[in-house]
Nanobody, 122 residues
Framework: QVQLVESGGGLVQAGGSLRLSCTAS????????VGWFRQTPGKEREFVAT????????DYADSVKGRFTTSRVNAENTVYLQMTKLKPEDTAVYYC???????????????WGQGTQVLVSS
C-alpha cells in the first residue's frame, strides 16, 4: 500500500504561481509513475502531468505545457508540481496519484491523495 498526501493549494491571482507537494509513504516502488490530475465540479478528472518516480522526464497536458513543471526530492519521498502563469481555468482540486504505467487515464492509477484546492482569481 502507498499513501499520498498533498499540500500547497490555495488562492492566487491570475498570473501568479503555486507549488503543490505530494509526499508518498508505504511501499513506494521506484518504477511507479506519479500522475497529477485536476477536477472541477461535474467533470471528470483531467490529466495534468505524469513522470516516473525515479526519473526526470515528465509528460504534460497541452493545457499546462510551458507553465507547469514537476520535480522531486527523493530523500523526502516528495514530488512537486510548480504551477506558474496561472489562469482562472486552472481552478480545480488537484490530485496526485501513483501507479504502474505512465497513463493519462485516471483509472490506471492505483493510489490517490486526498486532493488540494487551487483557486485562481481573475
Amino acid at each position: 500500500q502507498v499513501q499520498l498526501v498533498e499540500s500547497g493549494g490555495g488562492l492566487v491571482q491570475a498570473g501568479g504561481s503555486l507549488r503543490l507537494s505530494c509526499t508518498a509513504s508505504g511501499r513506494v516502488i521506484s518504477t511507479y509513475y506519479v500522475g497529477w490530475f485536476r477536477q472541477t465540479p461535474g467533470k471528470e478528472r483531467e490529466f495534468v502531468a505524469t513522470s516516473i518516480w525515479s526519473g526526470s522526464t515528465t509528460d504534460y497536458a497541452d493545457s499546462v505545457k510551458g507553465r507547469f513543471t514537476t520535480s522531486r526530492v527523493n530523500a523526502e519521498n516528495t514530488v512537486y508540481l510548480q504551477m506558474t502563469k496561472l489562469k482562472p481555468e486552472d481552478t480545480a482540486v488537484y490530485y496526485c496519484a501513483m501507479g504502474g504505467v505512465p497513463s493519462i487515464k485516471s483509472y490506471d492509477y492505483l493510489y490517490w491523495g486526498q486532493g488540494t484546492q487551487v483557486l485562481v482569481s481573475s
